[in-house]
């Protein structure tokens, strides 16, 4: 991009440093298919994860050398990589992970994020409209925004409006609904034990 200051970002490491934190971020994103980090971070890792997806869906001997490269746990992912996730993918030109910001994790309020794999187990998006949907009357017709919302989660998903019928009935069914309740903020910079053991009266 002409007049860029830069290409990526730095995130403040060496080279070598910033390779091996974006390898170890996308070997986790392949291995659970949604993971937590700083939004930049995340941005960064989406990169890679996105043409990791797209050397699966080449399928040469080339790619997987590639993807050995890569991968810090290579005899366990690139199996996973060129097998369900490629299969997964076929059908979809692009887009293949989703970054969505959420609220600090860290005390220090660094920018929080999650890069997920797009219609995957734990694919956020398809969750929060499904439970739109079950919060809605039977009665009642879904707006545009929600319409708009269904269609693109179930697009490219193999059977997606069963799938998304299926756990709109699950969650009318529970009580409780599926609210998953967020981790407790990690502390960053840890209190002295002496400042800690002293009792102001």
């Keep these: 991009m002409a007049g ?4 990526y970002r730095h995130l403040s490491r060496s080279s070598s440093h910033r390779q091996a934190l974006l390898r170890n971020l996308v070997t986790s994103l ?5 993971i937590s980090t700083t939004w930049h971070k995340a941005k960064e890792a989406q990169r890679m994860a996105e043409k990791l997806v ?7 001997e080339a790619t997987r050398r ?6 810090y746990t290579p005899h366990e992912m690139v199996p996973k990589l060129f097998g369900p996730i490629r299969e997964r993918y076929l059908d979809r030109p692009g887009g293949y992970t ?12 660094a920018e929080s994020a999650i890069l997920e794999l797009v219609d995957g187990p734990r694919d956020l998006r398809f969750a929060m409209t499904a439970k739109t ?5 039977e009665t009642r017709k879904m707006n545009e925004l929600t319409a708009k919302n269904v269609q693109k989660v179930t697009q490219f ?7 998304l019928r299926d756990m709109v009935k699950k969650m009318r069914v529970a009580d409780k609904g599926w609210d998953e309740k967020l981790p407790e903020p990690k502390r960053v910079y840890q209190e002295e034990k ?3 053991d002293m009792h102001y009266p």
């Design 30 to 34: 392949f291995k659970h298919e949604s």
């Design 98 to 109: 989703r970054v969505l910001r959420i609220e600090p994790l860290k005390e220090d309020q």
């Design 66 to 71: 590639r993807a050995h490269q890569i991968f």
């Design 133 to 137: 949907l079950a919060r809605l009357p």
């Design 54 to 60: 797209t050397l699966a869906k080449k399928d040469t």
């Design 157 to 163: 998903r193999k059977d997606g409006m069963d799938s």
């Design 4 to 7: 860029a200051k830069f290409k």
């Design 194 to 196: 002496s400042r800690k």
